[in-house]
């Protein structure tokens, strides 16, 4: 069982690059989510879909895009990297809300800095 | 928008003994409150979760126990074991779905089981 699948795993950038962290889910799952994690901050959602063609912001969202043309795919831009975004990013996913029992399904993570 | 405090930070109990996790959630209209583990590496999972109709739930060794009134709930673990070290966090929803919107989470408890 895959389950959420996230690439790459680590990555290092320098300050204005841009880059696509991506995540691919086979659960059929509706809801997709990404969240970050900082040392203290717990996890923060990022940006968070609904459905294909969904998208909505969430706690944290300056300086992400996102996009949702299937819906097994969520990938995360960010168009222009800073060393603020430097962390530890997760994607999740989770049953529709219509379905929904609460549970979020993680991927391991991918680990960025940006120097 | 919801604001979720955890404590304590860190947490070391000896073997055998019982752990105790507390939140405090600030939005009344939360209904769903999940506690996640995240092992060293890997992505948080779900371990347990209650929602605001019911008052206490148990799994085995793991409890979980809400008081809506003061706007808090606690995660116990007893006879704890080597395996239960992790970190832990508590989350709260307000989502009409019971939390597939988007979970607002506690910045995460690092719980140690001395031997």
């Known amino acids: 069982n895959a389950g959420v699948t996230q690439t790459p795993k680590f990555q290092v950038l320098k300050t204005g690059q841009s880059m696509t962290l991506q995540c691919a889910q086979d659960?059929?799952?509706?809801?997709m989510s990404w969240y970050r994690q900082d040392p203290g901050m717990g996890l923060r959602l990022i940006h968070y879909?609904?459905?294909?063609?969904?998208?909505d912001q969430g706690e944290v969202p300056n300086g992400y895009n996102v996009s949702r043309s299937t819906t097994e795919d969520f990938p995360l831009r960010l168009l222009s990297a800073a060393p603020s975004q430097t962390s530890v990013y997760f994607c999740?996913?989770?049953?529709?809300?219509?379905?929904?029992?609460?549970?979020?399904?993680f991927g391991e993570g991918s680990r960025l800095t940006v120097l | 928008g919801e604001n979720v405090e955890q404590h304590p930070s860190t947490l070391s109990v000896q073997e055998g003994d019982s752990a105790v996790i507390k939140c405090t959630y600030s939005?009344?209209?939360?209904?769903?409150f999940p506690w996640y583990k995240q092992e060293l590496g890997k992505g948080p999972q779900l371990i347990i979760d209650?929602?605001?109709?019911?008052g206490e739930k148990k799994d085995q060794r793991i409890a979980v126990t809400l008081n809506k009134t003061a706007k808090h709930f606690s995660l116990h673990i007893t006879e704890t074991q080597p395996e239960d070290s992790a970190v832990y966090f508590c989350?709260?929803?307000?989502?009409?779905?019971?939390?597939?919107?988007?979970?607002?989470f506690g910045k995460g408890t690092h719980l140690i089981i001395q031997p």
């Open positions: 999740a996913s989770s049953f529709s809300l219509v379905q929904n029992t609460g549970e979020l399904f």
């Open positions: 659960m059929n799952h509706e809801y």
């Open positions: 879909s609904v459905g294909a063609g969904i998208t």
């Open positions: 939005d009344s209209a939360s209904n769903y």
């Open positions: 209650i929602r605001s109709n019911v």
């Open positions: 989350a709260a929803s307000t989502g009409s779905g019971g939390g597939a919107d988007g979970l607002t």
